[in-house]
């Protein structure tokens, strides 16, 4: 009885962690297919005034998810035994520390840039532009982060 609750446990917290991951990959397949490009047809001035209302509100949003996320793939780790967990959540594990070093400088500077000055918004296209580069490179491993915990939660490995 008590082993049929642990199994119900782990197969729980596995599909919760596939669920959540695929909502943390599909986020970030949406800006990175959609919300960019869409975004970059459009003028400096206008990528200035979209980041700076986008992109606090997605911050607030998934920084804390994200962490959600690892928390839960990291319970699955300890629930189920299974080691393959271990890959989904090194590579969500990853974004963390990868958006600190190489994206939160540009966040950082897109965030001081001012609406209507001339100067500031000739800087922020090519800010945005390697923005999107940088983020592209999130949504890879978001998405093999998502596939990894789909392969974790149907093997028994």
Known sequence: NNMNSLLSTGKLLEAVAVFTSGICAGSNVYVTALESPGRQSKSASYQLQNWHVTFPRAAAFLKPFGMVVNLII???IYQTKKSSWWVSFGLFAFMGPFTVVFIGP???????LKEGDDGDEKKAAPLVAGWEKLHAVRTYVSVVGFMAAIASMVMDI
């Open 74 to 76: 990291g319970s699955c």
């Open 106 to 112: 540009t966040n950082d500077k897109l965030m001081s």
